[in-house]
Structure formats: structure tokens, C-alpha cells
């Protein structure tokens, strides 16, 4: 085991193989590596494909860094015999497996759960799909645009016209976060049948369905009504002097406040805005009005009166203002790594803190193939079968 690999959080001592490229496979090892677990990342040759995007730095790309970290890589052909001897050796190991290939593609490889189980009873095999491992959409690829198109979450944005999908990987993001917390599960069932593992099997589909249909389902959940409600954007920016703010008022205390602050308490008693339905119903209209006066205010002034008044409004950042935000940086929601080769890296932090087994970034992403040999000498390999299977192309 590497130096990189020792280190402390609640799944310290778990062994996870993981074969994943992309992003919802990835961030999801990435997770559960931020949280201790050993993992062993197997690349075909060349290399996940988020290893080749820009932007980069020397040999590294940002989207592999950002989804990878803490993490083990080891090149294996698995299209060779001994390839698919060696992955598999690692899975027997392994507490989890993550995978995130097509349906049928690791049965063909010799990797399937039903392969595996009987000599790793433990083992909990988690695999990650567009649309899950059967049905009419099955074999079909999917990325996260796809899915947000699919879901109604576009055309909920703009309808026919200006349908817009969210600007961020929120699918792929939302399954890896899915899929840890499943992995997690399936653990904790593990330790109380008597080492009982399973499959699990977390589609995009599925998972941004869970996420997006909370409150886009509200119109459809009552079988047995006809009350329905227009599609209402509650997301609303206004200006200020030098930028914008945007919030959420929801009650009436808080619209009180906000109109006390900005001297407009004529709009207290607007008919228009009194109650919160009255208020949702015509909130551009309440956001105008007080747009009216906001643009006249520099931010930093909103902020330190909202502050005081205890409303909930932010300012609209930029990625730079973020980062400088004094509670950002006391929180350490974003961290900086050195590293000897890549210099000063900056990495979102895992999410959780812990008070007795702290979750912390401690080590970078792995370059390409970095710890083949290390892992092979683990499943006793021997320097000169290292060679051999090298010059054989069997890994690199």
C-alpha cells in the first residue's frame, strides 16, 4: 500500500477497484477515496478519456484532477487474457467494485458480479449506467445533457423555445453522489448479515429523476386533483450599483425586514405581495420593486444590512469572489494541495466534517499508469513478470 493510500476517515482500511472513466463513475471513487478507502483506479491503455480534455497543466488535465484524487492508476490491457486475469485478482481483493462500462461489456471481460461473487462473498459491485442494466434504453449511451433533456428539467427552464440545460454536470454529479451514499449502505448491511455483499446498480436516469422530480412533480403528484399551478421562475437576480444579488423571500417577517431596510415600506401593505402565495405569484413584480431601489446600492452595503436583518440574499459571484469569501475560506469548502510536480492545486473539499475521522485531501491524482507496478508487486508479481507483461502490452 502507497503512503498516498494510508490515510485516516470512516472507510480507512476498505478496498475499492475501480473501473470508471468519465465523471459519475469517477467523482463517485473519488468520494469514497476522500473518505479513506484504498482505490485503485484500472485505465485501459491511453488512459481515461477526462485525461485528455483542457484545460491542463504539464501532463494533467483538470477534469481527470478534479475527479480523481487520492486515488491509484494502473494501465491494463483488458482485452488480453492476462489482463483480465490481473483485474480480476484485483477484484477478488477488493471490498467494492465500481464500474461504469456498457451492459455486458465486464461479463464479457470475466468480471461479472455473478463470476465474482462466490469467491469474494463480501464483494459489493456497484455499477453506474445512462438508463440501468436492462429495458428498451439499456444499451443506449447517455451523458448528462441527455438526461437533463429527458427529464423535463430543460424544458421546465424555458419550454420549447428557450429550453436551457443547467450549466454544470448536475446529472452526473448528483449519481456519483448517489452511488457513494449507496456503496455506503450496502457496507453497513454487509457488517450486520455476516459479510453479505450484493449488487448495486445506479443509473443517471434514476438519479437525477430522484433529484430533479422533488419539486417537478408537484403538479402531477395528486392523482385524485385537478389543482394545478403555472411554472413560476422564483430565480430571480437584481442589479445593484457595481453587480446583482439574488434571494429568496419566504416569509412575511422576511419581506418586512427587506422593505424596513430599503425604505419601502409601502410595499408591506401591496396586496400583491401579501403572504407568501400572493408574493410567489407576482415575484418578478416584488423583485422589481425593490430592484428599484437596489441598484442604487453598492453590493457590499446590501449584504451587510441583509446581514444584520437576517435575509437571505446572496451576492451573484464569480468564481473569483467566491473563492475570497471570508466564510468560503473559514469553512475550507476549497483547499489548496501542493504538489512536487504540479505545484499549487485547488480542490473542492469533501463536503463532511468529522469530528474523530476526519475526511481531508491529501493527495493529488494519479498520473498515468503511476502505481502499475506497485499494484502488480502487491498481487505478487515479480519484477521480471512486471517487465514481461509490460513488453507484452498486457500493461503499461
Known sequence: MTDEARRPGPCAGL?????????????????????????????????????????????????????????????????DAEGQKIARDLA???????????????????????????????????????????????DRPAFDQVIQAMSGAMYLQGGWVAAEPFRTMMVDKYSASAMASAVLAALLHRERSGGEGQRITVSLLDAFSSFSLIDNLYNHMWLDSDDRIPAINSTIPIKTADGMVMGHIQTDEQFVRICRFLGREELIEDERFRGPWNRLSNIEAMWRELEKTTQAIPTAQIMAGVGREGVPIGPVNSIEDFLADPQVQHNESVVEYRDETYGRVLFANYPARFEKTPAQVAARSPKLGEHTDAVLAELGYSPEQIDAARTAGVVA
Open 15 to 79: 478496498r475499492v477497484l475501480e473501473i470508471t472513466t468519465m465523471v459519475a463513475g469517477p467523482m463517485a471513487g473519488q468520494m469514497l477515496a476522500d473518505l479513506g478507502a484504498e482505490v485503485t483506479k484500472i485505465e485501459a491503455i491511453g488512459g481515461d478519456p477526462m485525461r485528455h480534455l483542457r484545460p491542463r497543466h504539464k501532463d494533467m488535465a483538470a477534469g481527470f484532477m478534479a475527479m480523481n484524487r487520492h486515488k491509484r492508476s494502473i494501465q491494463v490491457n483488458l482485452k
Open 92 to 138: 477478488l481483493r477488493a471490498d467494492v467494485l465500481l464500474e461504469n462500462a456498457r451492459p455486458g461489456v465486464l461479463d464479457r471481460l470475466g468480471l461479472s458480479y455473478a463470476s465474482l461473487r462466490d469467491e469474494n462473498r463480501g464483494l459489493v459491485y456497484a455499477s453506474v449506467s445512462g438508463f440501468g442494466p436492462d429495458g428498451p434504453y439499456a
